[in-house]
Nanobody
Framework: VQLQAYGGGLVQPGGSLRLSCAAS????????MGWYRQAPGKQRELVAT???????NYADSVKGRFTISRDNAKNTVYLQMNSLKPEDTAVYYC?????????????WGQGTQVTVSS
């Protein structure tokens, strides 16, 4: 199973970006999917998660600004980020709890850099 994340980049404060992450491989089903981020010198932290049924959970710091969604048919999770702030600068990682023919596993994407700066 591989997770490929893309969509990061440089954006000015107040701007928007949309991240995408597609899972591929011998996938039977995907349970929770999510986005995490790690800023320089800090620990990786949860940004948002979404269940297979569409229930969502957000970090307090992004509530009202970020929206997580998924397309189960495409095994893809998205993160729409609006009103970006410099403190949102980090490497963003996607995560998925995937069931394959050999069992359940936790998988991570390679990370995509988001930089918010004027």
């Amino acid at each position: 199973v591989q997770l490929q994340a893309y969509g990061g980049g440089l954006v000015q404060p107040g701007g928007s970006l949309r991240l995408s992450c597609a899972a591929s491989g011998s996938i039977f089903s995907i349970n929770d999917m999510g986005w995490y981020r790690q800023a320089p010198g800090k620990q990786r932290e949860l940004v948002a998660t979404i269940t297979s049924g569409g229930s969502t959970n957000y970090a307090d710091s992004v509530k009202g600004r970020f929206t997580i969604s998924r397309d189960n048919a495409k095994n893809t999770v998205y993160l729409q980020m609006n009103s970006l702030k410099p403190e949102d600068t980090a490497v963003y990682y996607c995560n998925a709890d995937v069931e394959t023919i050999v069992g359940e596993g936790d998988y991570w994407g390679q990370g995509t850099q988001v930089t918010v700066s004027s």
